[in-house]
């Protein structure tokens, strides 16, 4: 009796999966970039990259998305060139490396790049930026005209060049209005 149960315990036990104790462990890019954890995603994706040969498309964005929110624009930008140079390419990727370009001080390629986007209230936002930084009164006066009421992403964008401009009433009245339509959602407004 004592040998048939202690050998029927050893048969029983089955070790779980590798991936199952890493995510247990909390070792996934989603676990990661859900806590904004992003050195700790991005090292877990070029850890990916360089044993499993992992450089999909997928990959690669997970990549860059993590590389610009860790505030490593350059490596971004890197991994939007590789990702741009691929025949089926999401363009709104251009408007992402325009982003990352903005935050390196790259303003006229910031706009070229954003150019070459779909035009979205992202881009629309990133050139208004642009142009505000280079000086382009007349870029400034297009896209500013385009900005829309509805979208509380594009009114924090007026309010943030309101405040550059020294124009700080105009911007305190846009962020007190964001803040009295949106009190859940932005908290750090208050």
Known sequence: MYFRSKRSSKTTRKPAP???KAEKKGLSVESFVKKRDYTGAYTLLEFERQTKKKNDSKTLGLLSYCYFHNCDYQKAVDIYDILLKESNCDPSHYLHKAAAQFYLGMFKEAMDTAQKGPKTRLRNRI??????????KQGLMKYWQEISEESTEDQLCIASLQYMKSNYQEATEIYKKVLLSNREEYLALQ
């Open 127 to 136: 050139m208004l930026h642009c142009a505000h930084k280079t000086g382009d």
């Open 18 to 20: 590798a991936e199952t």
